[in-house]
């Protein structure tokens, strides 16, 4: 299996407010919105989280062991969700204390 890699980027902050999360191995990508989040505010940051690993789980497949065919596929997807979480929380801004 390919090594994941991850491309996290901002598009559109100045005019529009969109994270876009994508796994370049195998080009799946998602727009997360986020122009309705004030992300000055403890709970702004926290739907941003959330929003971002929701959009993480879509793009880098399972992180659940019953649902992947080996350990190796298990280990690559949550390394890849950490990576596109950090990266996509990084890319936005925030300056969020870890978690």
């Known amino acids: 299996m390919k090594k994941l890699l991850i491309a996290v980027s901002c598009l559109a902050l100045s005019i529009g407010a969109n994270i876009s999360i994508s796994n370049a191995a195998v080009f799946d990508s998602v727009i997360v919105n986020i122009k309705d989040i004030n992300l000055a505010t403890e709970s702004g940051q926290e739907k941003l989280h959330q929003r971002i690993t929701h959009a993480a789980k879509s793009v880098c497949g399972s992180t659940i062991r019953s649902e992947v065919s080996s350990l ?17 929380m990084s890319d936005s801004g925030v300056n969020v204390a870890t978690r």
């Open 72 to 88: 190796y596929e298990l280990m690559q997807n949550r390394s890849c969700v950490e990576q596109a979480i950090a990266k996509g």
